[in-house]
């Protein structure tokens, strides 16, 4: 189900703002420190169903965090990483009474601080028992569901509670909440601007693969280079971790021209990142911190056509920031060659200062990019 | 934020209003622009379509304050109403009708100042040509014969439109300047034309009150 509006509250940066009028495509700008980030982890959040995970997630992942040595038993230290979670409040701070919440038309989470009781039965360590004074409440609503979780704070707002930042085998650059057990969940893809892993790319692959639908991929990946006629993942026995001599990328249908995926330029990689992602998700969000990190000014408009043709076949809303004129230009030049887009795109220029963001639809995406109309 | 912006139709009116405003004093010519600098960067649009279409994404992008110069030549009243069709959207309210001072409002959603000067005074029809005849002096007998000799040359099989009279007028007459020929914006410039006859003087105090200069 498509968001035509988010609104946060209490949230980071923002006392109370709203994403309005919102698209099947919708591009963030702002200026920087503007909250671009922290909206695009807002709707991860919201989409996860308030999941404390993601939250957690998010946190380390910004360095949001604190790391605690300490004796396992006697031969053994272990560094642990706890969260921090009073970043996410508006002012930084924690203390009872005090709430966020994110909401859109269909659901609403909403996380609020208690002081911490016992009957609040939140599992703990009995390590940091003594630390704890505050709880967590997680809420979210939405028609046929509702929950309410609770995580144990210490009074500067930290999760310690044991906790795990790997998630299905991802590492800190990705979180990804995609659980078959989760029936309800909606599906959802965070993608920082740092690409995945090898490891998480090749897993993505495999189910590409097994659901058929690897030659879309191959098909976005002439984007960038038109003579690609295929992509190999080679076993992991014989890969080299975290480089990229274990995908093979086959041209003009030749097998004697299968080149290492290390061979071409950061592009290739992300573009493959963006259409595995792309098509994995169907029916989902997918979220794209700085879309444009690692691809030529040259391929933005047919970057921005795979992005936009993809969501529209595969029923997938797209949130994705970026900070490059030339990756608006992308999008205005993709409107004017394909005007049927019309409807699925918009630009959102975040002004925290205000209470909803600035909307610019297709048309006035394009008059700004014609008139050099600064829009960041 | 990119600061503040005034937005005109076409070269003749960027060169114009620059040299009219560098003759009240404001530094168009030696400046290199800061951030924070309150006199707007000028741009022409290329024509009036473009301009009136660009409305509502200049407001929406990031300038602060944001003026707009328009011919009033269609006539004002549509011209006007057109303008305020595309305010609206942008949270600007204007008035029924234009004021004589020039518009100036704010964008309560957006929280930024908009101004709209309809040229020549924001009361008759017309466009620059109408603003510059201003600024000739009225006893001006260069100017008297440059009309007479404007309906000669009709009368001679001239082929411009009835409504580019003003601009074969106001032409014929920086044909016989001392340098011949000046496009408007260096004949301001060079003094051909008044600067702070009343029209030119409620302008630039449009001017003022919009960007705060």
């Excluded at chain 1, 807002?42 to 040595?69: M, P, T, Y």
């Excluded at chain 1, 609503?141 to 991802?170: H, M, R, V």
């Excluded at chain 2, 949270?91 to 009708?97: E, I, L, R, Y």
Aim: with cysteine; proline share 3%.
């Amino acid at each position: 189900m498509e968001m035509s509006s988010v609104t946060f509250e209490n949230y980071r940066g923002f006392e109370k703002y709203t994403l309005d009028k919102l698209s099947r495509v919708n591009l963030l700008v702002g200026e920087n420190n503007c909250g671009k980030t922290a909206i695009l982890e807002g709707i991860h959040f919201l989409a996860s169903q308030g999941d404390h995970g993601v939250l957690s997630g998010i946190a380390i992942n910004r360095g949001e965090s604190i790391k605690v040595e300490y004796d396992e038993d006697e031969n053994r230290k272990v560094i642990r990483t706890f969260p921090i979670m009073r970043y996410f409040f508006h002012g930084r701070t924690i203390a009872p009474n005090q709430f966020f919440n994110i909401k859109t038309d269909y659901i609403s989470t909403c996380a609020m601080v208690t002081k911490y009781q016992k009957q609040d039965t939140v599992p703990i360590d009995s390590t940091y028992k003594s630390l704890v004074s505050l709880t967590l409440k997680i809420s979210a609503k939405k028609e046929d569901f509702e929950s309410l979780s609770s995580i144990a704070l210490t009074n500067d707002g930290i999760i310690i509670e044991p906790f795990l930042p790997q998630k299905n085998g991802l590492t800190q650059s990705t979180i990804n909440i995609i659980d078959a057990t989760q029936e309800r969940a909606i599906k959802i893809f965070y993608l920082s601007p740092i690409s995945l892993s090898i490891e998480e790319l090749s897993a993505a692959w495999n189910k590409i693969i097994s659901e058929g639908k690897d030659s879309a991929v191959g098909k976005a990946m002439t984007i960038i280079e038109p003579r690609l006629t295929n992509v190999f993942f080679l076993s992991r026995s014989i890969q080299v971790f975290n480089n990229y001599t274990g995908i093979l990328v086959e041209l003009d249908n030749r097998d004697d021209q299968r080149i290492p995926l290390g061979n071409f330029g950061d592009g290739m990689r992300r573009l493959l990142t963006l259409a595995i992602i792309m098509i994995q998700n169907s029916n989902g969000i997918v979220l794209i911190d700085e879309i444009d990190t690692g691809l030529h000014n040259s391929i933005m408009s047919d970057l921005w056509q795979f992005v936009i043709e993809t969501a529209r076949q595969s029923n997938i809303q797209v949130f994705a920031t970026t900070h490059s004129l030339d990756c608006i230009r992308g999008l205005a030049e993709c409107y004017r060659k394909y005007p049927e887009y019309a409807d699925d795109i918009s630009l959102q220029r975040i002004v925290p200062d205000l209470e909803k963001s600035v909307t610019f639809n297709a048309k006035n995406i394009e008059i700004a990019m014609h008139q050099n109309i600064e829009v960041r | 934020m990119a600061g503040n912006i005034l937005l005109v139709e076409g070269s003749d009116d960027l060169h114009t209003i620059m040299h009219l405003l560098i003759r009240h004093g404001y530094d168009y010519n030696t400046r290199l622009r800061k951030g924070d600098d309150p006199l707007p960067e000028i741009h022409e649009l290329g024509g009036k379509n473009a301009l009136l279409d660009s409305i509502e994404s200049f407001i929406a992008g990031a300038y602060e304050r944001i003026g707009f110069i328009i011919d009033a030549d269609l006539p004002i009243s549509s011209c006007w109403q057109s303008v305020r069709n595309r305010l609206q959207p942008v949270g600007v309210d204007a008035p029924t009708n234009p004021i004589a001072t020039g518009f100036i409002g704010t964008s309560t959603s957006l929280r930024k100042q908009v101004g709209v000067w309809l040229m020549p005074d924001n009361q008759r029809d017309g466009t620059l040509e109408h603003f510059l005849r201003e600024l000739i002096r009225i006893d001006d007998s260069l100017f008297a014969h440059a009309r007479q000799a404007t309906v000669g040359a009709t009368q001679n099989g001239a082929r411009f439109a009835v409504q580019d009279t003003p601009k074969a007028e106001i032409h014929a007459w920086l044909a016989w300047q001392e340098t011949p020929g000046l496009p408007y914006g260096a004949a301001v410039g060079a003094h051909y034309f008044l600067h702070d006859q009343a029209m030119a003087n409620a302008f630039v105090d449009w001017f003022k009150r919009l960007y705060g200069v």
